[in-house]
C-alpha cells in the first residue's frame, strides 16, 4: 500500500503562486507515474499535470505555461508548482501515484491517491 500527503495549500489572491509537495510513505518515486488532479465543488475529478517514469510530463490545457510538475525521487516528494492562479484554479488538489499508468491525466487509471489539499484563489 503506497501513502501519499499532500502539503503546501492555502489561500492566495490571483496571479500569487503556490506549491503543493506530495510525499510518498515509501519508495515509489523512482518507478511509478505521478500525477495532480484537482476537482472543483460540483465538478468532476481532472488531471492537471502527469509526470512519467521517463521524465516525460503533460499537461491539462488549462494550466499549461503556469503550473510545472517534478520530482525529488531521493526525498520521495512530488511538486506541483503553481504560478499566475486564477480563480477557476480554485479546487481540492489530490496526487496520484500507479506503476503502470503511461504519464496519462486520467483518475480512473491511477490507484494510489493522497487525501486531498484544499487550493483556494481569490479576487
Known amino acids: 500500500q503506497v501513502q501519499l500527503m499532500e502539503s503546501g495549500g492555502g489561500s492566495v489572491q490571483v496571479g500569487g503562486s503556490l506549491r503543493l509537495s506530495c510525499k510518498a510513505a515509501r519508495d515509489t518515486y523512482r518507478s511509478n507515474c505521478l500525477g495532480w488532479f484537482r476537482q472543483a465543488p460540483g465538478k468532476e475529478r481532472e488531471g492537471v499535470a502527469a509526470?512519467?517514469?521517463?521524465?516525460?510530463?503533460s499537461y491539462a490545457d488549462s494550466v499549461k505555461g503556469r503550473f510545472t510538475i517534478s520530482k525529488d525521487k531521493y526525498k520521495n516528494t512530488l511538486y506541483l508548482q503553481m504560478n499566475d492562479l486564477k480563480p477557476e484554479d480554485t479546487a481540492m488538489y489530490y496526487c496520484?501515484?500507479?506503476?503502470?499508468?503511461?504519464?496519462?491525466?486520467?483518475?480512473?487509471?491511477?490507484?494510489?491517491w493522497g487525501q486531498g489539499i484544499q487550493v483556494t484563489v481569490s479576487s
Open positions: 496520484a501515484s500507479d506503476l503502470w499508468v503511461d504519464g496519462g491525466l486520467v483518475p480512473a487509471e491511477y490507484m494510489y
Open positions: 509526470l512519467d517514469r521517463d521524465g516525460s510530463t
